[in-house]
Structure formats: C-alpha cells, structure tokens
C-alpha cells in the first residue's frame, strides 16, 4: 500500500570528531533513504554546548517528506547514528553525532522510546533557530502541535 507523504523535522548535532563533515555525510545518507525526500536543510549552526563542559556542537535541522511511519523514521535514524560509531559516554555528554526526531507532521506521540514533537525542542536555542530558517523557507504554516505556535514564535523571548 502506497503511504502518504507527511512532513517531517529532525534536528542533527555533532560535538566530537570533524562534526561539520559528520552532519553532511549523514544528510547523504539519508538522501538516499527510500521512503524519504529531504526538502530543506538549515545552515550549520556553531552553538556552545547546554549541559556539562564540552566542546562546541555543530547544529542543523532538516525538513522531510516521508512515507514511513514515525517509528520506522525513528529507526532510519538510529541506523545513521550508528554507522558513524554514535559514541555517547554520558547522557548530557559529547557525541559524534545526534540525530532527533522533532515533528512528524501534527501527531503527537507518547511511547517509551518515542516522544514527538521532541519534549526538549522548545526551549533550546540549538533547535529552535535552524528550525525557524527551515520553516520560513518551507513551513510557515506548520505549527507545534501541542503548543499551537509557530516555530519562529518559539523563539520570541
Ligand atoms: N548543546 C548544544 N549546543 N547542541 C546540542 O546538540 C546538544 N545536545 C545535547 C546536550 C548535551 C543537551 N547539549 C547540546 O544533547
């Protein structure tokens, strides 16, 4: 059965290893994922890292189009960690490289191993700036759908 196509954010960060090489090669390999379009990748942003002293992360955001489910996705992304060896020493620690599932078009999901929209999306600058450029090039109608707010909106003080 042909699925619909439903939009799709994820976030990517990376603070260990050549983290802008990192986040391209993972783009890629993700553009070649069948069932999944990337429409729109934000800048590379160089943020200071929240949580314990670390190095600085590269951050980014994408917008997808999708025809998997959001666990099938979530899986996708989990395998593209893994291939660049996702080494995670501590839970708030450095990573070679992060990739999260934000919006998965306007579901909301509550299960053990998947929270969408992503619980810690809001309030972090990291995600919220390159989402907001994702979003004014090819989002602006999509709204967070449990606080009913733009993206950009997210970001006002
Ligand atoms: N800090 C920044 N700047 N970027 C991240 O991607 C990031 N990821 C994390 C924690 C440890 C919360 N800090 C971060 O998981």
Known sequence: MIQ???????ALGSNLGKSQQILQRALAQLSVVDGLVLKQISSFYHTR?????????VNACALLETQLSPLALLHCLQTVEQAFDRLRVERWGPR???????LWGNQI??????????????????????LAEVFAEAAQDWRHPVLGVAIADLLQP
């Open 49 to 57: 890292p929240i949580g314990p002293p670390q190095p600085d992360y």
């Open 109 to 130: 999901i509550d299960q053990p191993d998947l929270q969408v929209p992503h619980p810690r999306m809001a309030e972090r600058g990291f995600v919220l700036v390159p």
């Open 4 to 10: 619909p196509r439903v939009k799709a954010a994820i």
């Open 96 to 102: 070679t490289l992060d990739l999260d599932l934000l």
